[in-house]
Every structure is written in C-alpha cells, then in structure tokens.
C-alpha cells in the first residue's frame, strides 16, 4: 500500500458568494497524481489550500502530516511548487535565480550553488544558464520554474500547469523531465493540467475536478477499464449492422460506418462476426478502443447529467475529431 501524502477533508474555499472548492475529500498517495479540470475548475485554488497559501473556508487537511491550516510553512519548506504565475525574476540569470530558491528553503550558498547548477543541467538549461532571464522563451521560463522548485531536492513537487504556453517540443521535453523526477528520483508529484495526454504521459493517478466538485479520482487505468470498447468499422450495411448489433442488445453508438460497442469478454469479438455474417455486411477493421482520458471526462460528465458534444465545450485543449458520441453512462470507478 502506497503512503497517503495528501488528505483533504470537505475542503471548501468560497470566494465571496463563489464556492471555488466544495467539501473535497481527498486522499492521494505517493506516486504521480494528475490534477485535472477545464478552466476555473478550482485547480489552482487546490494547490493553494494545499500548500496553506490562503485560507479556508471550512474542512480540513493535510500534506506530507503537516496540517495545510496551521503548518503552511513546514509544507512549503518539504515540497517544491512550480506556480503558474510567473514568479521569475526577469534580470538575475538561472543560476541566480535557482540558487536564491534554494537559499530561501535554508540550504547554505555553496551546496545551492552547487545543486542550482546540478538542477539547471537536468532541466536542460545548462548553456543558457548564465544569460539574464528575460532574454528567455516561455519553454526556458517553466524549466526555470522546475529547477526552482527541485532544487532542495524535495519529496513532493506541485506543478501548476507545468506546460503553459509551451509549443511541443518543450512540452514534450517537460513531461519527459517531470516523470524522470518521479522515476528517478521516487519522489512524488501532484501536476494540474487541462490537457488529458499531459496528465496520462506523466502520471499514474488522478483527480478530476469540475466546477470546484471532485468528480473522479483514482488509477487512470481503473478510470479507463470503465469504458472498454470494440470498435468496429463496416463496409456497406452500416444500417443492418447497427439494427443487428441492437437487436442483439449491444447497444451500438455510431458514427457513419464505424460504430462501437462494449467489450464485454472475449467472446464479444465472435457475437459481432456472427452478426456481420448475418446480417451480410463486411468489417473491415474490429480492435479495442483504448479510451483517452478525454473519452473518460466525457463519460463522467455525462453520468453527472452535463451535456457535453465534445470536449472543446468544456477544456481548452487542441480539439480533437471525436469520430464516435459520447459513450453511455455505466457504473463503476472510483468517486
Ligand atoms: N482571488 C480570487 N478571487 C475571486 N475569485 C477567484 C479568485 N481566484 C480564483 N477565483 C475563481 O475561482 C474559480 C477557480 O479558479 P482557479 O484559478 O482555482 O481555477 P483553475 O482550475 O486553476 O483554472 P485555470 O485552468 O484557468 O488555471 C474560478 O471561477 C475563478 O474565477
Ligand atoms: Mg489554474
């Protein structure tokens, strides 16, 4: 059983009449945890409860055993928090920067010399360390703000939309530094994102939040074998085969000629061929569909009675063709 690091109970942060957190219980364990939700979701306000930044308004919780009400401090001091603000400063260089980090969680001059610039080569910013902060891109500024937050070599890192404003390179080359982080380092990491593959390339868990709600949390792969799905395209009949599937109460959702159903065992595949075969209609392709975690938010959206046609309604990510609706609501995960 992994350690539990983070533990909130009815966690609730109101604005004024806003309600920004609304009673969240939480219980996330060591490991890589994905924050997600669309744009004002509560993600930022989250982090900041966590780390005892602001006040709550009522419940209770704890991160690394230090109370997020009256151990802030001890908090801020073990973990290290990349904020999606920008809270460089535009004429000091990295290695000024990454070692006054360093310096403000109590390391002495030397040894954070020492680690900004150990830090600074595992982030990739090794050449340009020296060259004054706004002279930077985007992609440089966010490997900044890691090395910052790594520098002290922390148990746990909260990263708040690590990946803001990066084009895909340097989006790609975050991820791949944040799970090295995890993997290399064991250490643990709790990273928001709006965007599902941010969330899946580095992370083993989730939380899902919408409207300052808890809407999911668990493994992304128990999250996911919720939904697992043939999927089916057909030459020719895509009527009878959609009626023929019906009628055999696999309650096919179409799209043109591809259609999917749920994979129920392995005998699924043969009961779609024999419908095929009597109905006299030719697939041409049959396979799993593996279900991104965007189909997962659709899902889950759904059971809650939203209507959502595609996932751009609702997240700002590069809108994705989603060739087949939303699937039905079924039960199971872990809420
Ligand atoms: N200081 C504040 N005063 C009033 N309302 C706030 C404040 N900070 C956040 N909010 C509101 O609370 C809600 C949650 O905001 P939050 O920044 O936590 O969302 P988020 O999930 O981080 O969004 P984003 O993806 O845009 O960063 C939003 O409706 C936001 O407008
Ligand atoms: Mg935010």
Known sequence: MLEVIIETHSLTKNYGPHVALDSIDLKI????????????????????TLLGLIQLTSGDGSVLGYNIKTEGDMIRQ????MPEY?????EMNAVDQVKYCGELTGMNTSSAHRRAHEVLE?????????RQIETYSTGMAQATKLACAIVHDP?????DEPTNGLDTKARSFMLDTL???????????????????DVERVCERMLMIHKGKLIAQG??????????EIEISVWGGADKM?????????KPRRSGRVMRVVRIDETTYDRVLEIAAKEGVQIRRMEDYEPSLEDLFLVIMERLGYTVKTSSDLLQTQPTARAVAPAPSRPGGEF
């Not at 920008?86 to 535009?90: G, I, Q, Y």
């Not at 799970?179 to 593959?197: A, N, P, T």
């Open 219 to 228: 493994k992304i792969e128990d999250l996911k074998a919720i939904d697992r």
């Open 78 to 81: 073990r973990i290290g928090y």
């Open 242 to 250: 959609e009626t023929g599937l019906k009628d055999a109460g696999m």
């Open 155 to 159: 148990q746990l890192v909260i990263c």
């Open 122 to 130: 595992y982030v990739g910013l090794m050449e340009a360390r020296t």
């Open 86 to 90: 920008d809270c460089l400063t535009p």
């Open 179 to 197: 799970f090295q982080v995890v993997k290399q380092g064991g250490r643990s990491i709790l990273m928001s994102s709006h965007m599902m593959d």
């Open 29 to 48: 364990r060591s490991g890589a945890t994905g924050l997600l939700g669309p744009n004002g979701a509560g993600k930022s306000t989250l982090i900041k």
